[in-house]
């Protein structure tokens, strides 16, 4: 049962859509390589052509997914993502996140949030997170919940006036 809850710890990190099937990627929008996900976070800079609508825009974009992904809310977690992602199917990710809410009590802390990319012409945002999670089995009242520091590289895009997630790469963990 504990190499399923590491399991499920693990897939949680992958929450926020690395968990899913690939697809084509048919779209202009340059998608974030592996190489540009491993960077490590001291290496980062801001990007400083984003205005600061936008900025607060996107900001404001991973807190909803954030609030929505902690209180179970899969229509309210879908509707920061995009309906024409880059590197994943969107119904598929629906049906994964809400099979994950049934299966797991977790939550998840987006400790920090740098955007470290902008495209203006393509209008699209690169932002690095640092997020502290927590994972247990649903309705296990008696089991310790797992809790991991994980980073990811999410890109949104500008859609119709919102900002909306279209791809996740998990960071590699390394050794300290």
């Not at 809850?5 to 202009?28: H, R």
């Not at 809790?147 to 859609?159: A, H, I, P, T, Y």
Request: hydrophobic share 35%; proline share 2%.
């Amino acid at each position: 049962m504990k190499s399923l809850l590491v399991a499920g710890a693990s897939v949680v990190m992958a929450i926020s859509l690395y968990g899913c099937q690939s697809k084509e990627d048919t779209s202009a929008v340059k998608p974030v390589t592996q190489e540009q996900a491993n960077q490590e976070p001291r290496e980062l800079t801001e990007a400083k052509n984003i205005s600061d609508v936008d900025k607060q825009a996107v900001i404001q974009t991973l807190e909803a997914q954030e609030a929505a992904f902690n209180a179970k809310d899969i229509d309210a977690y879908m509707e920061t993502i995009s309906k024409d992602p880059l590197s994943f199917d969107y119904n598929e990710e629906r049906d994964f996140v809400q099979s994950m809410f049934k299966a797991y009590d977790m939550t998840m802390d987006m400790e920090t949030k740098t955007i470290i990319e902008y495209n203006e012409a393509e209008q699209t945002a690169t932002v690095h997170i640092r997020t502290k999670t927590s994972v247990k089995e649903a309705g296990n009242e008696s089991m310790e919940p797992l809790e991991d520091l994980s980073n990811q590289v999410v890109m949104l895009r500008k859609e119709d006036n919102e900002w909306n997630i279209i791809q996740t790469f998990a960071m590699e963990q390394r050794e300290q």
